[in-house]
């Protein structure tokens, strides 16, 4: 099993820039995925990390450190649309192959 | 296009009946999963297949059964429902066993 933490709610301002932090600690770390979900929509994948580093797409990026066990997304001029939930999913692997974990998700109020 | 799709999208059923909820892909996907979404949960596993004939119990297994026959389909079943079964159902597919997932539009469950 594992543990992921994310802030419940963030708010930022259009135009701006936010960083949404992702924590996990997880005994078969094989990934770590972003998704968006706007309210009553299904889950959207937005990026996918499994090295160290910075992955840039667009607007968004989003960051991996292994060793710290730590993961952001960060949004880039930030538009109304934003406004959404932002869920850290961890993949772990294990004897009974793959499964992917989700963190509670991250609120984000995108105000004029 | 393809797509996945779930039905119904809405349900509203009593304590103890038997409910199936559909899960239907075109991606020609082998693994397919079903996720339950609470409030302070987050979206928590409840089974998954990686093939026809193949079915994993998740996180959440208890009280729910799946059966995989063909590549599009995995049915979720409730034997018998209870009211802390009431949420929101998303079905999710995938190409390769850790590869991004698809989600399905969602079917919120009721159980009075």
């Known amino acids: 099993g594992q543990n992921i933490d994310q802030p419940t709610e963030m708010t930022a301002t259009e135009g701006a820039i936010v960083q949404i932090n992702c924590t996990y600690q997880?005994?078969?770390?094989?990934?770590l995925f972003w998704y968006q979900q706007h309210a009553g929509e299904a889950p959207t994948f937005l990026s996918y990390?499994?090295?160290?580093g910075l992955e840039e797409k667009g607007r968004f990026s989003s960051f991996l450190s292994r060793s710290k066990g730590y993961s952001y997304l960060l949004l880039k001029e930030l538009q109304m649309k934003d406004s959404a939930s932002y869920l850290c999913a961890v993949r772990e692997l294990s004897n009974s192959g793959y499964a992917l974990n989700f963190g509670k998700g991250t609120s984000l109020l995108v105000t004029p | 296009d393809a797509e996945i799709t779930q039905s119904p999208r809405h349900k509203i059923t009593e304590t103890g009946r038997q409910v199936t909820l559909a899960c239907h892909q075109t991606w020609n996907h082998n693994n397919m999963f079903w996720y339950r979404q609470d409030l302070g949960h987050g979206l928590r596993l409840i089974h998954y297949s990686y093939g026809v004939h193949d079915t994993n119990k998740g996180e959440v297994s208890d009280g729910y059964s799946v059966s995989r026959s063909n590549t599009e389909d995995l049915p979720l079943t409730l034997e018998s429902a209870a009211s802390s079964q009431t949420s929101v159902y998303f079905c999710?597919?995938?190409?390769?066993?850790?590869?991004?997932?698809?989600f399905g539009p969602g079917t919120r469950l009721t159980v009075t």
């Open positions: 990390n499994v090295l160290d």
């Open positions: 997880t005994s078969g770390f094989n990934g």
């Open positions: 999710a597919s995938s190409d390769l066993a850790g590869d991004e997932q698809y």
